[in-house]
């Protein structure tokens, strides 16, 4: 009880600070608005493809775009934590009674929430530009993945951020990963009409196991698919919130 009441506490904190600059979902929902529209109308002939599964490709576009707000979106929470260790706020934390893991879950959990508002926001923007889901459970899970996949990697931020301590480090690593990393996911264009080195990266990219289990279940498809590639997430979670656990052990050895 302990663990879940700090947890809460800090999750607490991070929301009310979230309540003071609203305007950090307004600003961070621009890059996505950006993809949804112009990418949409840009590749719009893309369903002309031979073999491209559906008819409408905003439609097709939409969950990769929702995984993506929240790649970017999540994977740059460790600028924040930087801003708190250099402000001395993580340090004096560290001389309360409060858990350790609450420090990092309070900032996932408020992380998470930005996922889903964000994730609902573009959803309605998506059905109001054409987009058709077939179902609400399918628009949950597809809101579910991208929380997930932003939750593993704002935990892989954290642990870059306690380890390297430089806001430059943390710009560069998540650059050089992220961005790879989306455009080898079936974001943008169906997966076997993809080049084959591509589809075969794609097979252990997290953030393609996100876009599938996310673009299934909207359409209406096989639950089975969606549930191994959840599991895939939780298994990939699970890694990051372990990196930055260790991270953070580490940092207080250095304090």
Do not use: C
Request: proline content about 4%; aromatic content about 10%.
């Amino acid at each position: 009880m302990t663990f879940l009441r700090h947890t809460w506490v800090m999750t607490e904190r991070h929301v009310m600070r979230l309540i003071r600059q609203p305007w950090y979902i307004a600003v961070t929902l621009v890059q996505p608005i950006i993809w949804l529209l112009l990418y949409g109308a840009l590749f719009r002939r893309a369903v002309e493809i031979p073999g491209f599964q559906s008819d409408s490709y905003i439609q097709f576009l939409a969950p990769g775009v929702i995984v993506m707000s929240a790649l970017f979106s999540s994977g740059w929470g460790g600028m924040a934590l930087i801003d708190d260790l250099n402000r001395g706020v993580i340090d004096r934390f560290l001389v309360t009674p409060v858990s350790r893991a609450p420090l990092i879950l309070g900032r996932l959990v408020q992380a998470a929430i930005v996922v889903v508002v964000q994730s609902a926001i573009i959803v309605l923007l998506a059905m109001a530009t054409g987009a058709r889901f077939q179902s609400l459970p399918g628009v949950a899970v597809l809101i579910l993945v991208a929380a997930m996949v932003g939750a593993a990697f704002g935990a892989i931020s954290y642990a870059i951020a306690l380890l390297a301590r430089r806001e430059e480090t943390v710009i560069a690593v998540m650059n050089f990963t992220l961005l790879p990393l989306t455009f080898l996911s079936a974001g943008f264009m169906q997966k076997d009409l993809m080049p084959d080195w591509m589809q075969r990266v794609a097979d252990f990219n997290p953030v393609n196991w996100a876009v599938e289990a996310g673009r299934v279940p909207a359409a209406g498809g096989d639950w089975g698919f969606v549930g191994l590639r959840v599991a895939l997430l939780a298994g990939f979670l699970v890694l990051g919130l372990a990196a930055s656990t260790s991270a953070f052990r580490a940092y207080q050895r250095s304090a």
